[in-house]
Nanobody, 118 residues
Framework: QVQLVESGGGLVQAGGSLRLSCVAAGRDFSGSDMGWYRQTPGRAREFVASISGSGNLTHYADSAEGRFTISRDNAKNTIYLQMNSLKPADATIYYC???????????WGKGTQVTVSS
């Protein structure tokens, strides 16, 4: 019933930019924190950025600080991740997350692939 769909990934040269989007369906997450994680197959997922329900509070991983910007449009039930100055180390699969309302899990999208060439 609840579905998160990421988009906007692709191939970009080092130093370039991408804008990821995550559209949530099935539930209104306007009052909920949401975020972005990334994961390379075979490695643990790592936190990238989060944003409060109102959009006025954000938090970034050290690797993203100063280069990435998370934002949201609650009217569209969508969050974004603007990624600038991309590095090859940023190349992996990016996932959108939202709270499930339970104590033990979150909703996750299926991911969008970001590839950065040098």
């Amino acid at each position: 019933q609840v579905q998160l769909v990421e988009s906007g990934g692709g191939l970009v040269q080092a130093g370039g930019s991408l804008r990821l989007s995550c559209v949530a369906a099935g539930r209104d997450f306007s009052g909920s924190d949401m975020g972005w994680y990334r994961q390379t197959p075979g490695r643990a997922r790592e936190f990238v950025a989060s944003i409060s329900g109102s959009g006025n509070l954000t938090h970034y991983a050290d690797s993203a600080e100063g280069r990435f910007t998370i934002s949201r449009d609650n009217a569209k039930n969508t969050i974004y991740l603007q990624m600038n100055s991309l590095k090859p180390a940023d190349a992996t699969i990016y996932y959108c997350t939202a709270p499930s309302g339970t104590c033990f899990d979150d909703y996750w999208g299926k991911g969008t692939q970001v590839t950065v060439s040098s």
